[in-house]
């Protein structure tokens, strides 16, 4: 089974090693701020719904994995530290969840075997196995593009020197499950500040928000826009998606956008390809819609900044398991747990 655990709902689908959905996924509320017990209720509910909508008995099931958010301890079953999960103290303070053992507690009530990881690092390993990886690409990088920006790095024996006993794509997760955090490379020292703390991170540069903030500016700078004229003058109507809308009407302003936000992507993933040396990179999530004209930026920075001979044989293409990555990925995983 894989599971992919949400601030907002929780989804679950039972699927074969060929990354086959037996049924549609279930859906759920997660119900995040409301304590670790009403999220496991609404997690193991989720579990239970799914297999009995999938035709099978629960003992078919080999073992369930599960994309999480934040910082997951995978070899311990442990949910270090999740900022969107928790509960509200009566003092008014909200308790995120640290050191949650969210595989044991849901082990001990279905008598399955669980594994966890990082919902950004699975949904690259779901891409790998099920998505533009196909199984066989030699390292893949995947980076996906919302409200912030995650990642993560598969990796394959032709990527090892030395004695690399496995067979198929591996995540790297780090000493302490931390590895992958693609959307806080830095790429400008001086830049903006993140989310995280840091200066300068890509994620600063080209999240959800970054580019809400950059179109609004262009837009009061430019009345005469046809992306001014999509959003009847009103900063706040601007979004991604009408960002888009302006260039597929041939906006200049709304391709400026693009090619900018393109450009900074670009750079972060020139540094991918330097360390890991991919024959992939997949960029997903919703931002990643926008097609064309962030691809086209992306390629051309990419060319301009890379090492040419990294370059060569590196594919950078959409993602194409986008809505259901995080499930895949959990199945992916929880298939290299039993599979000989």
Not at 127 to 148: C, H
Not at 227 to 255: K, R
Not at 279 to 295: R, T
Not at 324 to 338: C, F, R
């Amino acid at each position: 089974m894989g599971v992919d655990l949400g601030g907002t709902n929780v989804r679950a689908g039972v699927l074969t090693q060929a990354g086959e959905l037996l049924a549609p996924p279930v859906q759920n509320p997660s119900r995040a701020q409301e304590g670790f017990e009403v999220t496991l209720e609404q997690i193991l509910l989720t579990l239970e719904q799914a297999i009995e909508g999938s035709g099978v008995s629960r003992d078919a099931i080999g073992a369930i994995g599960m994309a999480v958010p934040g910082h997951i301890d995978s070899a311990q079953g442990v949910v270090r530290w999740a900022p969107n999960f928790g509960y509200t103290r009566a003092d008014g303070v909200f308790e995120a969840w640290r050191d949650i053992p969210l595989a044991a507690a849901v082990e001990s009530r279905l008598n399955i075997s669980v594994v966890m990881g990082n919902d950004a690092n699975l949904a690259a390993l779901g891409e790998y196995y099920y998505g533009s990886g196909r199984g066989t690409a030699r390292g893949l990088v995947m980076i996906t593009l919302g409200t912030g920006i995650g990642g993560g790095v598969v990796l394959t024996r032709e990527q090892i020197q030395g004695n690399a006993d496995w067979k198929g794509g591996v995540l790297l997760v780090g000493f302490s499950g931390g590895a992958g955090e693609l959307g806080h490379v830095i790429i400008a020292f001086n830049g903006p500040r993140c989310g995280c703390g840091a200066q300068g991170c890509v994620e600063a540069f080209a999240r959800r928000d970054a580019i809400v903030e950059l179109a609004r500016e262009l837009m009061r700078r430019h009345p005469n826009s046809l992306l001014h004229q999509l959003a009847h003058g009103d900063p706040a109507n601007i979004t991604p998606a009408l960002v888009s809308e302006a260039y597929a009407q041939g906006d200049p302003l709304a391709a400026h956008i693009w090619e900018q936000i393109g450009a900074y992507l670009g750079v972060a993933i020139a540094n991918y390809i330097h360390i890991f040396n991919p024959e992939v990179v997949a960029i997903g999530g919703q931002i990643a819609k926008a097609g064309k004209p962030l691809f086209e930026a992306i390629h051309r920075t990419v060319r301009a900044y890379a090492i040419p001979t990294l370059l060569e044989g590196c594919r950078i293409v959409p993602a194409e398991r986008i809505e259901d990555a995080g499930i895949l990925g959990g199945g992916a995983l929880a298939w290299q747990k039993v599979a000989p």
